[in-house]
């Protein structure tokens, strides 16, 4: 049985940090493409970042680019979302994500087999 199990949202203020991690089992986590997805109230997922297997890739949302930092530790099949700098729109709940197939994080949540269920992150001022 996979299992993707996100931790680390919470409340912050404007300017502040946040690190996110996604706990993976039950599947072949060094085969996998892993992404970050949020969603807002009402809208659809967003990309925001994903990662290669082997971490030799990474690409991110332009919203994020410079801000936000995806990483791996593949001994331990957890996948990290380091975030800096939050602003009151990176609101919402993120949802990591695992593809088995691409040679490339893709930006679209449709390939994607596995998802977690998600972390709330609130920006305040």
């Known amino acids: 049985q996979v299992q993707l199990v996100e931790s680390g949202g919470g409340l912050v203020q404007a300017g502040g940090s946040l690190r996110l991690s996604c706990a993976a089992s039950?599947?072949?986590?060094?085969?996998?493409?892993m992404a970050w997805f949020r969603q807002a109230p009402g809208k659809e997922r967003v990309f925001v970042a994903g990662?290669?297997?082997?971490?030799?890739?990474?690409r991110y949302s332009d919203s994020v680019k410079g801000r936000f930092t995806v990483s791996r530790d593949n001994a331990k099949n957890t996948v990290y979302l380091q975030m800096n700098s939050l602003k009151l729109e990176d609101t919402g709940v993120y949802l990591c994500?695992?593809?088995?197939?691409?040679?490339?994080?893709?930006?679209?949540?449709?390939?994607?087999?596995?998802w977690g269920q998600g972390t709330q992150v609130t920006v305040s001022w």
């Open positions: 039950g599947l072949a986590f060094l085969s996998y493409n």
């Open positions: 994500a695992g593809d088995p197939r691409r040679s490339w994080a893709s930006m679209y949540d449709t390939s994607y087999d596995y």
């Open positions: 990662i290669t297997p082997n971490a030799d890739r990474t």
